[in-house]
């Protein structure tokens, strides 16, 4: 873990904002630290109704105690409900609840923060019933944290919404058919020189061309070769089943995956619908595996969206339906962190 600077309320929010990638709406996140040292990000969505708090707030407390080695806690409510002047601060007994339940879980809340559209400032105010003093949003853009982290390459983005705008930009349905209709001579044989050419592709990064991206979409189309690919993207030797649901002591290569990522982003360029479920199925197991659930919820949305019986989209859609986490997002040794 990366030591921490955090020194103002500015820095805390715009490290928020770089650690997820995207600024967050109706939410609360959790920042869990070591000692001074920064550990995992945790969000949640704000409940619509606060009859259940208790339970919410167990959720929340049991989450940031996957971090075996956490001792503290930041927080941040990111939330559309007036707060400012003359306005009570919303979620009080919510917020109340969760310092309780992980102050009970031996994790010590240092600070609270909230943040609006326009502006962000201490949970707690002067008077008990309110916020502090309200800061201009803009005023993160000179925030220290925030120019180191813009320095080293990072960037907040709008939402954690999946951008696919190079969906169907240059279909080309007649060679992904051909591709299909080759392999059925020695489909065996078809499928291995796409695994290779995979391989290769992810392995040596070199640009590929129309033609191997439609032999690597036809074969995509062959579940068995779906599932192969998607276990050996980590590039880690271990069982089938552990290392699709990321539930491994040893890290993936994250590099390796986000190369990976970047082919079947690649692929939807020459993708039909009827092509797509596959490349966007296998996008949402990445954004789950990197703890983005609402990107993965999305892209199962999209995939289901043209193929409905898409089983493996189906699947993961009932996880995280569910609530399921992969594995190595639970665990700073092993979870995503942007190369970028």
């Known amino acids: 873990m990366e030591p921490i600077r955090i020194s103002s309320p500015a820095d805390a929010i715009s490290y928020i904002g770089h650690s997820l990638g995207y600024w967050p709406q109706e939410s609360l996140v959790c920042v869990a630290l070591d000692g001074a040292a920064l550990g995992p990000t945790l969000r949640v969505n704000l409940p619509v109704a606060t009859e259940h708090v208790e339970t919410y707030a167990e959720g929340v407390a049991?989450?940031?105690?996957?971090d075996k080695d956490a001792t503290a806690v930041l927080m941040a409510l990111f939330t559309r409900q007036q707060w400012g002047k003359g306005h009570t601060k919303p979620f009080a007994s919510l917020i109340q609840e969760v310092k309780r339940r992980l102050l009970a879980a031996g994790l010590i809340v240092h600070d609270v923060w909230i943040a609006g559209p326009e502006s962000?400032?201490?949970?707690?105010g002067a008077n008990p019933t309110t916020c502090g003093k309200e800061t201009p949003l803009v005023a993160l853009e000179s925030s220290t944290l925030?120019?180191?982290?813009v320095y080293q390459g990072s960037a907040i983005g709008q939402s954690d919404t999946p951008a696919i705008p190079e969906l169907f930009t240059a279909v080309d349905h007649d060679a992904v058919e051909s591709a299909l209709r080759g392999m059925t001579t020695n489909p065996a044989k078809s499928l291995d020189a796409v695994y290779r050419l995979w391989m290769d592709l992810i392995d040596h990064g070199d640009e590929p061309t129309d033609e191997q991206l439609a032999k690597v979409l036809a074969g995509l189309q062959h579940v068995g070769l779906r599932d192969q690919i998607l276990a050996d993207m980590p590039g880690i030797n271990e069982p089938m089943g552990a290392t699709l649901f990321g539930a491994?002591?040893?890290a993936p290569q994250w590099e390796r995956i986000d190369s990976s990522e970047k082919l079947l982003r690649q692929l939807l360029t020459i993708a039909a619908p009827m092509h797509a479920a596959a490349p966007l199925t296998m996008l949402g197991h990445i954004c789950w595996w990197k703890g983005k659930g609402t990107a993965a919820a999305n892209y199962m949305h999209v995939a289901l969206t043209f193929d409905p019986d898409y089983h493996l989209a189906r699947l993961l859609a009932q996880m995280l339906g569910a609530g399921v986490v992969s594995g190595w997002a639970q665990h700073k040794n092993t979870a995503y962190r942007d190369h970028k």
């Open 120 to 124: 962000f400032a201490t949970y707690d």
């Open 248 to 250: 491994t002591d040893e």
């Open 62 to 66: 049991h989450s940031v105690g996957f």
């Open 146 to 149: 925030n120019a180191e982290l």
